[in-house]
């Protein structure tokens, strides 16, 4: 299970300022270091939600890759798959 964690935590735990994190992360990746995370967790959501030998409900998936709100979780997965989480089907 993922414990959610800030970006500010994140920094401090690299031994760098928030603002140097943005920096590195856009340079190297083209997107924030929040967008990043989201996109890991999306990633993650999916293969847990492909998975049908171990049936999840979208509240345990969302809580399983480090989202509080189930709801603002399939917001997220919807705008960035374009699906919801209960219709998801790998391709």
């Not at 340079?27 to 030998?53: F, H, M, Q, T, W």
């Not at 979208?58 to 960035?80: Q, T």
């Amino acid at each position: 299970k993922c414990r959610p964690i800030s970006i500010e935590e994140f920094a401090i735990r690299s031994g760098i300022t928030r603002n140097y994190l943005y920096t590195l992360f856009r340079k190297e990746y083209g997107v924030s270091p929040k967008e990043y995370l989201i996109d890991l967790r999306i990633e993650k959501a999916k293969l847990l939600l492909s998975d049908r030998a171990h049936h999840r409900s979208v509240s345990d998936v969302a809580y399983a890759v480090g989202f509080n709100d189930p709801l603002y979780f399939s917001r997220v997965f919807r705008k960035i798959t374009g699906t919801s989480p209960s219709n998801y089907s790998p391709r």
